[in-house]
């Protein structure tokens, strides 16, 4: 079925690393994303990973794909607390114009 | 460069009154739109997507129903609101199956049905 699963919520002290995980359903899905949204605000594409990668470092933000298990991660280094939010994975479904997403994790980052 | 219009940016309306959100989008043509809910406390829930105009494709049955008039404009319409109606609504556009930059989201409707 379709069902993207990730964890309701983390929190960090300011300063430590956080990882976001996220386990998908679709193992032929071509490409997964990471949304944040702030408060009251819509969406927000942070970065994205390409099926045939394992790793995609941007700045802070490190993906980890894991495709045997179908669980993404994502890292944020020196987590501020401007990082306050939730974030969503997505996935598309091949072949379609749909993407499923997680329920999101809100990140709480402590001063 | 693309943008993406979503309005008004919240709503209070009675059970039982109409519905109308609007989203258009500027900076590019024939996008995938699409219409989300996301519920209190939980994640987003596809309501709608459009490949074209005319074109509307119904992801969960429901009391709501969508537009596409134009290339660029996306409606999201109720005749009678529920309560069940309640929660904050993001339209999106995309580039097409094979677009790879995801989803550009508006900044959503908070409804709230009383």
């Known amino acids: 079925g379709e069902d993207v699963e990730q964890s309701l919520f983390l929190s960090v002290r300011e300063g430590d690393s956080s990882v976001i995980n996220c386990t998908y359903t679709d193992s032929s899905s071509t490409y997964l994303y990471w949304y944040k949204q702030e408060p009251g605000a819509g969406l927000q594409l942070l970065t994205y990973?390409?099926?045939?990668?394992d790793m995609k470092q941007d700045q802070r933000l490190t993906v980890l794909l894991n495709k045997k298990d179908k669980h993404l991660s994502l890292r944020i280094a020196d987590t501020q607390t401007g990082d306050s939010a939730i974030y969503f994975c997505a996935e598309t479904l091949s072949g379609t114009y749909k993407y499923i997403f997680g329920t999101g994790t809100r990140l709480k980052v402590l001063a | 460069s693309q943008t993406i219009h979503q309005w008004p940016a919240t709503l209070v309306q009675p059970v039982g009154s109409p519905l109308s959100l609007e989203c258009t989008v500027e900076g590019t043509s024939n996008p995938n739109l699409y219409w989300y809910r996301q519920a209190a406390g939980r994640g987003l829930q596809l309501l709608f997507y459009s490949v074209g105009i005319g074109q509307i494709s119904s992801e969960v049955p429901q009391n709501l129903s969508a537009s596409r008039p134009q290339d660029r404009q996306f409606i999201l319409s109720s005749k009678k609101l529920l309560l069940s109606d309640s929660g904050f609504y993001l339209c999106a556009w995309k580039g097409g199956a094979g677009s790879v930059y995801g989803y550009t989201f508006g900044s959503g409707t908070r409804l709230t049905v009383v």
């Open positions: 990973i390409f099926s045939n990668m």
